[in-house]
């Protein structure tokens, strides 16, 4: 694991969000840096090497198998959870209370209608303040 997905990992294990969070989960062909199975959101710590070619192809390539499979992914970027881990460990913990409540509500969102819904969402500095992303596939 990488320095960012270790100050995650302690963050999240031990259900300390709430839900129960697997640390390089398999699924399928590819593994998973963190899952909640509870939300189906895989959630990627991405440094610098993923903007990169091959990594962004094989990214994109896992990401559509997970959504064909049902999964969202959350890519944060490594500089923001080694920059400002409590800011991400809490805005991750209402990605999952809401990615929970999708599942929940069979994919149906209720709060936040009119909002374009996303199956892969990034997650930057630039980004991070956005309104949450909503998560229907």
Excluded at 55 to 76: C, K, P
């Amino acid at each position: 694991m990488t320095p960012a997905e270790v100050v995650l990992w302690q963050a999240v294990r031990a259900s300390r969000l709430g839900y129960k969070i697997r640390r390089q989960h398999p699924f399928g062909p590819y593994v998973i840096d963190f899952y909640c199975a509870a939300a189906k959101l895989a959630i990627e710590v991405d440094g610098g090497v993923h903007e990169t070619e091959p990594q962004s192809s094989h990214d994109h390539s896992r990401d559509q198998y997970l959504i064909r499979h049902g999964v969202r992914t959350l890519r944060v970027s490594s500089a923001l959870v080694m920059g400002d881990p409590e800011r991400v460990i809490a805005k991750l913990k209402l990605w999952i209370e809401r990615a929970v409540e999708f599942q929940k509500n069979g994919g149906v969102t209720s709060r936040w209608n009119g909002v374009r819904e996303e199956a892969v969402i990034y997650v930057s500095a630039r980004t991070f303040d956005a309104p949450s992303p909503s998560l229907r596939l």
